[in-house]
């Protein structure tokens, strides 16, 4: 199985702020990796695929790079609407396998 | 407008059955891959199972194999899950997911529309 890890688990911030996840797999995946954020007592939402392809209405300060085994979102100006948890996730192969998520919070 | 409606959630007993369903509207149903993601509440994500376009193939997490069975029913436009031998350790809220993925472009595997999700409790 390939294993997913995220860093930082917890991400205090403010509003305006620039924020970077990442997250690490622990074989190439090439660019089949996407980003969901998950607001609570919701189900997440798929931001980014392909390691960065933004997903249809989803704001430009939402950005993603990086391929084989690193990978990063970056949030350019935090707003109030984008605390919440981030998962990332690979898809190379099965099993498909989450990231333990980022929590970034105020 | 995209909809997918999970159905079938309660309390077990462990050992216990229980079938999930999923009903899904507002696309073509029998043209993509669709999933079930489970999350025990206040943690992360744990991708569960997935079947392709028309069932004929089905991929499952080591620790649902032989006990859950994926299936869907593409006149009805439903997904289901059938749950047996039900652990104390499967009790999470289950999402059915829609996967915008392509087989023969290997971009299956990722989820563009979730359920609302349905709990299932295993407890004695």
């Known amino acids: 199985a390939i294993w997913v890890t995220q860093s930082p688990s917890l991400l205090p911030a403010s509003s305006g702020d620039r924020v970077t996840i990442t997250c690490r797999v622990s074989?190439?995946?090439?660019?089949?990796l996407a980003w969901y954020r998950q607001k609570p007592g919701k189900a997440p939402e798929l931001l980014i695929s392909?390691?960065?392809t933004l997903q249809s209405g989803v704001p430009s300060r939402f950005s993603g790079s990086g391929s084989g085994t690193e990978f990063t979102l970056t949030i350019s100006r935090l707003q109030s609407e984008d605390f919440g948890t981030y998962f990332c996730?690979?898809?190379?192969?099965?099993?498909?396998?989450f990231g333990g998520g980022t929590k970034v919070e105020i | 407008e995209v909809q997918l409606v999970e159905s079938g959630g309660g309390l077990v007993q462990p050992g216990g059955s229980l079938r999930l369903s999923c009903a899904a509207s507002?696309?073509?149903?029998?043209?993509?891959?669709m999933s079930w993601v489970r999350q025990v509440p206040g943690r992360g994500l744990e991708w569960v199972a997935d079947?392709?376009?028309?069932?004929?193939?089905?991929y499952y997490v080591d620790s649902v194999k032989g006990r859950f069975t994926v299936y869907r029913d593409n006149g009805k436009n439903s997904l289901y899950l059938q749950m047996n031998r039900l652990r104390v350790d499967d009790t999470a809220v289950y999402y059915c997911?829609?996967?915008?993925?392509?087989?023969?472009?290997?971009?299956?595997?990722?989820?563009?529309?979730w359920g609302q999700g349905a709990l299932i409790a295993v407890s004695s």
């Open positions: 079947i392709n376009e028309d069932g004929s193939a089905t």
């Open positions: 996730q690979q898809y190379d192969k099965f099993p498909l396998n």
């Open positions: 997911a829609r996967d915008p993925g392509v087989a023969a472009a290997h971009t299956v595997g990722h989820f563009d529309f």
């Open positions: 507002g696309f073509a149903f029998s043209n993509y891959w």
């Open positions: 074989q190439d995946v090439r660019t089949y």
């Open positions: 392909g390691a960065s």
